[in-house]
């Protein structure tokens, strides 16, 4: 096989000397559809809230504030298909179905609170420099105004 040719649309790209894995961009790839999956905001949450924990539907859409009821239930299907949430529906009336994480979904966690870990770390950088953006686009703003652009 030729150097740079994609094995399938799904392979990932790179060499073995690379530190950092890179990936396939195209939408097909498939690791770049596992990215959209569980890095989109509801999933993240969902697994967040499911650290260590069972939990009913009605108290995860209680606890996430925003989400509506269709998208949760369309969030954990697409984590239960990963193999991230399990759904266990007890034979009772009304009927009751928890989710939890599955031990694959728990690596997931770990490696979420690292981004959370980070995200705290540099929040007051990232205020900064979102500060420092808002004001160079409202003084470029002000002179377009003046230009009459």
């Not at 073995?16 to 989109?40: F, S």
């Not at 905001?41 to 269709?70: N, P, Y």
Request: proline fraction near 3%; charge should be negative; aromatic fraction near 4%.
């Amino acid at each position: 096989m030729e150097e740079g040719t994609l094995k399938s649309p799904s392979h990932c790209t790179g060499t073995e000397d690379d530190q950092a894995r890179q990936w396939d961009t195209r939408e097909g790839c498939e690791v770049r559809q596992i990215l959209d999956r569980v890095a989109d905001k509801w999933s993240l949450l969902v697994i967040a809230l499911l650290d260590r924990r069972t939990l009913r539907f009605t108290a995860l859409r209680r606890e996430i504030d925003g989400i509506s009821q269709r998208m949760l239930t369309v969030t954990l299907r697409q984590l239960e298909r990963d193999g991230l949430v399990r759904r266990t529906v007890h034979p009772v009336v009304p009927p009751r179905v928890d989710y939890q994480l599955t031990p694959l979904g728990a690596t997931l966690h770990n490696t979420i609170q690292a981004l959370v870990a980070w995200t705290e770390d540099h929040q007051d950088e990232i205020a900064a420099a979102r500060a420092e953006y808002d004001q160079r686009e409202a003084v470029e703003s002000g002179r377009m105004a003046m230009d009459g652009v």
